[in-house]
């Protein structure tokens, strides 16, 4: 019987993605955040798996798996934290935004001598992040509808949409129409931002 026309399996793949299911499983079934970010690391970096692709596996959202992931940066004396009880998971998912070493410990001491919640401790990394304190509050609903309708009174052809964060304001104009349109348009809002 001649097995040439028979398939080929490559076994180095099938032992490759045998391996890679006994660590999702295993990153599944482990309720220690640490070893899941180590065998998520594992993943990316020894099997070059994407984060699109693993997030998939594990059935997470991708936001979320990086969360995880950032945990393999944080500090011995965060993570001893961690266990000890003095600081949540959450906590540590922002703490571990941070870039550098110094900062994720300072903030750490912050969270336990002052009991920061997660919006405090959040807050405080933004600043570090941003260089932003969290000053004022944000323009109402009804404060931002007036201001769009205004301008879209105004401007007849012009799609206005406003979005305010805590560390920007966006004020996104759309001028829908051809060349003579919209070089119109742009001329006046750009002379009516200049008075």
């Known amino acids: 019987m001649d097995d040439s026309n028979q398939p080929t399996i490559n076994l180095d793949a099938l032992r490759a993605e045998d391996e890679i299911q006994k660590v999702v499983d295993e990153i599944k079934a482990s309720d220690d955040f640490f070893q899941k970010a180590k065998l998520v690391q594992y993943?990316?970096?020894?099997?070059k798996i994407t984060t699109k692709k693993l997030s998939d596996f594990l059935e997470i959202q991708p936001a979320y798996l990086c969360h995880i992931a950032r945990l393999n940066k944080l500090p011995d004396i965060v993570?001893?934290?961690?266990?000890s009880g003095g600081i949540s998971i959450s906590h540590l998912f922002i703490i571990a935004r941070l870039k550098e070493t110094e900062q994720m410990v300072m903030v750490y001491e912050k969270v336990l001598a002052q009991s920061l919640t997660v919006l405090q401790t959040e807050e405080l990394v933004r600043e570090y992040l941003y260089h932003l304190k969290a000053e004022g509050e944000h323009l109402?609903?009804?404060?931002?509808?007036?201001?769009?309708?205004?301008i879209a009174e105004k401007y007849?052809?012009?799609?206005?949409k406003i979005i305010q964060t805590r560390v920007k304001a966006k004020l996104?104009?759309?001028i829908k129409g051809?060349?003579?349109k919209t070089s119109q348009a742009l001329n006046e809002v750009m002379e009516a931002l200049s008075k």
């Open 172 to 174: 996104i104009l759309e």
């Open 79 to 83: 993570i001893d934290g961690y266990y």
């Open 156 to 160: 007849k052809n012009l799609e206005v």
């Open 43 to 47: 993943l990316q970096k020894e099997k």
């Open 140 to 150: 109402s609903k009804k404060e931002l509808e007036v201001a769009r309708d205004k």
């Open 178 to 180: 051809n060349l003579k």
